[in-house]
């Protein structure tokens, strides 16, 4: 068989994708044909080759195809215990990469951060949950942030006092008092959070 058009090939995916989006189905074969100006001969060729590399399934009735389910994913550090002095984001406080679904967290900068201790607990937040944070450096009254102090970083409930000249960092456990400080880095908005449910 000849090899493929790339350009074809990619105007085939994104037609199969945009009428499985915009109309809760697949397009026929001779659509496919139409709308990329290929024959319908050819644009069988295609799909059967473009399946057999994995890039869409073809259940073969009424030739009906569908996109594989590709979801784009993105690669977020996990971040460690944090040593003091150095950024949260350096290299040697990273664990590991892990990939998720775009679909998952949504667009933007993102890091992973490996809860210690039990101050979140209130929140569903245990040891060794992986938290999904957003890279940012502010946030708004009351949302969990992994805030610097001192070069440590801690995950709290952010509650500015202006009033006050001060900063309330809430931890969500009961038995644990608020944290006062004059100022703090925010790193991060917490997002998500990421739990091994075996053994519970």
Known sequence: MRSKSKETIAEIEQFVRDQNDRYGRSPTMQEIGDAVGISLAT?????KAMEKDGLIDYCGVRGITAAKSRPEQTGLPVIGQVAC????????????????PVS??????????????????NVGIEEN????VRQQ???????I???LIDDEATLKRYWPEPENRRIRLQPENSE?????????????VAVRVLKNLEGK
């Open 43 to 47: 644009a069988y060729r295609y799909i």
């Open 85 to 100: 002095g150095t950024p949260i984001l350096a290299e040697e406080n990273v664990e590991e990469y892990v990939r998720l």
């Open 104 to 121: 998952l967290i949504g667009r933007g900068k993102f890091f992973i951060l490996r809860a210690k201790g039990n101050s979140m607990i």
């Open 129 to 132: 949950d992986l938290v999904i």
């Open 137 to 143: 450096d502010t946030a708004d009254p009351g949302q």
């Open 145 to 147: 942030v992994v805030a």
């Open 176 to 188: 644990m008092d608020d944290i006062y400080v004059d100022c703090c880095q925010i790193q991060g």
